[in-house]
């Protein structure tokens, strides 16, 4: 799955490019728990290992997170989908597209990738059944032409999980 | 002022008050006078405390305000560009912050970050009524909210009226230099050889612009019955050319367009009325050009001066 949106493949300005660097610089001394960056030297698309917390449905289980960044990050929202295979969880898509507010109407220019992270886990750990969204399978065909999370109109209805 | 000042003062009271409970005795709250006892970290056992001390405080209402004033800056770092809001004394590198009065958070380089925003948002063709939409700092200030990046609080135009000067007066020069955070570029751009080239370069273009050398942008030209293109483009630049040369060389102050005016004969351009006339007078010598290009820019243009 690597689906990107058109905007996220211009290349980073430069406001965007300072920012992540020194959101890098900030996780290598201080990494949200649980997740761990696969070093590239892409600074545009980021590559992150999650591990499940313990007591949780996902409990040891690895999954992994890809964020790209479009060129007028953090104004824009970065695009965060799970890589194959993606955790079964009511908002998360087989094709990896997450079901989360923040990542899109929600985005506000004072989020992190690290405070991402920390809403991506809360959301895993606070789910109570291992289950896809009920339209899994409809979203999931609608986009097969590789379109993007972020060019979904997305219904934020729960907020149990 | 002072009012302001001796009320922060009494709040910083109430702080130590708050956190040391019982042990803190206010003696005056204002100039403040006060004691706290401090004891080591035992977990309250008592009898593993050897020490403990009665800190006294004390502070004339000059020294009071002067130290809150020294340190009357936000700590941390703006929540956008992620660099520390204020920089350690004696460091050189400043850029502004504003605050939003509603909820005190603070932002540096507003200005360019609410331009960012409005790209993005005209990029995605996203509503732009719920927050600041526009790049037009009037604009602004009517509209009367957007949300605080941090806490989502509702901004009214007021809070950020403090700021609107600075928006107004060097927006562009804030985005500019502000996003260069290496001064290598400033080294760059006021060093000897650059000021130099710039001087040149603009003597230059005085000169240029005296001999009437520059292509203006182009002004509107309406089409209305009557006004034909001509045919012959690649001999209309050939004339254009060769006006220009005779320009150089005798050098009388006149517009490269004058020699085309007759084709665009609604360029409002007084200066050139005489010889536009003179042109229009002699319709039938625009046929010649085909066969005589470059007499006949000489004529439309600066022949006889």
Sequence with gaps: MTSTSAQSRKTLSKIACNRLQKELAEWQVNPPAGFKHKVTD??????IEVTGASGTLYTGELYQLQ????????????????LPPAPAHPHIYSNGHI????LYDSWSPAMTVSSICISILS??????VKQRPVDNDRYVKNCRNGRSPKETRWWFHDDKV | MAIAAEEEVLLEVEAVESVYGDDCRVVRRFPPHLHVHIRPRTADDSSQQFVDVVLGIQLGDKEAVEILSSMNHPDGNCPMCLNPLVHEVGHDLFLPFMKLMSCYHCFHRWWSWLQEQNETRIENGRDTSVSLGSSDVNDIIKQPVGNCPVCRKVFHAEDIRHVLDLLDTDHSQLTLEATDLDSNAEEILHNERENERRETFAALLKKQEENSGLFEPNKTVELMPGIF??????????S???????QSENSTGNSVTQSNSSQKPNVSDHRNSNTRRRNRAHPPRRKDVNSQSSRTAGDSGLGER
């Design chain 1, 42 to 47: 892409n600074l545009q698309r980021w590559v």
């Design chain 1, 67 to 82: 964020v790209d960044f479009p060129e007028h990050y953090p104004m824009e929202a970065p695009q965060v989908i799970f």
């Design chain 1, 99 to 102: 079901c989360l507010d923040i």
């Design chain 1, 123 to 128: 959301m895993l750990s606070s789910s109570t």
């Design chain 2, 229 to 238: 293109l001509h045919e012959s483009t690649p001999l209309m630049t050939a």
């Design chain 2, 240 to 246: 254009i050319a060769q006006s220009a040369c005779e």
